[in-house]
T-cell receptor, first 111, second 111 residues
Framework: RKEVEQDPGPFNVPEGATVAFNCTYSNSASQSFFWYRQDCRKEPKLLMSVYSSGNEDGRFTAQLNRASQYISLLIRDSKLSDSATYLCVVSPRSSASKIIFGSGTRLSIRP | NAGVTQTPKFRVLKTGQSMTLLCAQDMNHEYMYWYRQDPGMGLRLIHYSVGEGTTAKGEVPDGYNVSRLKKQNFLLGLESAAPSQTSVYFC??????????FGPGTRLTVT
């Protein structure tokens, strides 16, 4: 089993739809969680950190479920500009070498 | 404030040639990282550094060497390039083990 797993997609949804995807992790000692966005042929950019209490930033909501060991990302009222690959990142925080990136979920928003 | 920069942006090497990739950051981050990204795979950590003068191996260190002589710079060297090292290389930096900031990447092709 991979340490961090994501559905590769692609998720193809119409503009204005709500879309959600999950990321599961295997290391129960993981402490820090992030969602990154990566556009085609560009570098990953931090979208949001994921806190234990969950957090929201505009149309984006991230949740952490420690019991089931997954994090989720919800995008409401999706825009064409949301088309990208979304990477989840899991870290034990205490070790730089243990930061694990998921392979990413491709999202395509159609007009 | 340039963030993280990488040079060169593109490079084509012949098998057996050597080269050095340069990463520079102006955010005074202690931690710096080198990743490679291949199609269908997540970012894989090659080497990392938790401070000036220190380096450590990541998940896929073979065939690469690194140096961190100055806090703001992290160099990745390929002593004898192989076709398997064809990839996109990303450098990143962070404050301790928190969210990482990435450079724009170097696209390397080894023929």
């Amino acid at each position: 089993r991979k340490e961090v797993e994501q559905d590769p997609g692609p998720f193809n949804v119409p503009e204005g739809a709500t879309v959600a995807f999950n990321c599961t992790y295997s290391n129960s000692a993981s402490q820090s969680f992030f969602w990154y966005r990566q556009d085609c042929r560009k570098e990953p950019k931090l979208l949001m950190s994921v806190y234990s209490s969950g957090n929201e930033d505009g149309r984006f909501t991230a949740q952490l479920n420690r019991a089931s060991q997954y994090i989720s990302l919800l995008i409401r009222d999706s825009k064409l500009s949301d088309s990208a690959t979304y990477l989840c990142v899991v870290s034990p925080r205490s070790s730089a070498s243990k930061i694990i990136f998921g392979s990413g979920t491709r999202l395509s928003i159609r007009p | 404030n340039a963030g993280v920069t990488q040079t060169p942006k593109f490079r084509v090497l012949k098998t057996g040639q050597s080269m050095t990739l340069l990463c520079a950051q102006d955010m005074n981050h202690e931690y710096m990282y080198w990743y490679r990204q291949d199609p269908g795979m997540g970012l894989r950590l090659i080497h990392y550094s938790v401070g000036e003068g220190t380096t450590a191996k990541g998940e896929v260190p073979d065939g690469y060497n690194v140096s961190r002589l100055k806090k703001q710079n992290f160099l990745l060297g390929l002593e004898s390039a192989a076709p398997s090292q064809t990839s996109v290389y990303f450098c990143a930096s962070s404050y301790e083990g928190s969210e990482q900031y990435f450079g724009p990447g170097t696209r390397l092709t080894v023929t």
